[in-house]
């Protein structure tokens, strides 16, 4: 019948009305006894009883029917265990599983985000950096330009004394007239 093959030792005994009410190690539930009240009817209970020999043999096709439903009622208990017990076992796998996936998505995030954030620091630093590289660039550069406009300031007054030497020794030397003198100023290419 139900597939396992459970070994209880079960005991009847009758009440005064020859109906059996009491069995001794298993508690019987009201749906069990209701069967066995509907598979044998009281008015068939008193002619099965009218003999000796009749009474045994009710009394053991009661007792195979009580055993035999208290197997199915068994059976039917182990079944729904097996299950719960398989779908406990499921779900604590879909558990375990989903949890796997949350402890490497939220491991994977956190490397990912500190990777972010060591890469962050890595370009901070490359920009301070460029960014002092810049600064010391441009002083060294303003000083530069400091000193070339220094020197070639320094450069036109010397070009312009010497050129002005030059056109009083050329004026001195040929003693040349007052209008080649306003000539030669004019022409000067550093005023």
């Known amino acids: 019948m139900g597939g396992t093959s459970s070994t209880r030792r079960v005991t009847f005994e009758a009440d005064e009305n020859e109906n059996i009410t009491v069995v001794k190690g298993i508690r019987l539930s009201e749906n069990v006894i209701d069967r066995m009240k509907e598979t044998s009817p009281s008015g068939s209970k008193s002619q099965r009883y009218s003999g000796a ?51 490497r998505a939220i491991l994977r995030e956190r490397i990912s985000s500190e990777e972010e954030r060591a890469k962050a620091k890595h370009l901070a630093k490359q920009l301070e950096e460029k960014d002092r590289v810049i600064k010391k660039q441009d002083a060294f550069y303003k000083e530069q330009l400091a000193r070339l406009e220094e020197r070639s300031s320094e450069f036109y ?32 290419p550093y005023d």
């Open 53 to 103: 020999y009749g009474a045994s043999v009710s009394d053991e096709e009661l007792k195979r029917r009580v055993a035999e439903e208290l197997a199915l009622e068994q059976a039917k208990k182990e079944s729904e265990n097996q299950k719960r017990l398989k779908q406990s076992k499921e779900l604590d796998r879909e558990r375990a599983f989903a949890n796997e996936q949350l402890t």
């Open 157 to 188: 007054k010397v070009t312009t004394e010497q050129y002005q030497k030059a056109a009083e020794e050329v004026e001195a030397k040929f003693n040349l007239p007052c209008n080649l003198q306003i000539l030669i100023h004019q022409s000067d």
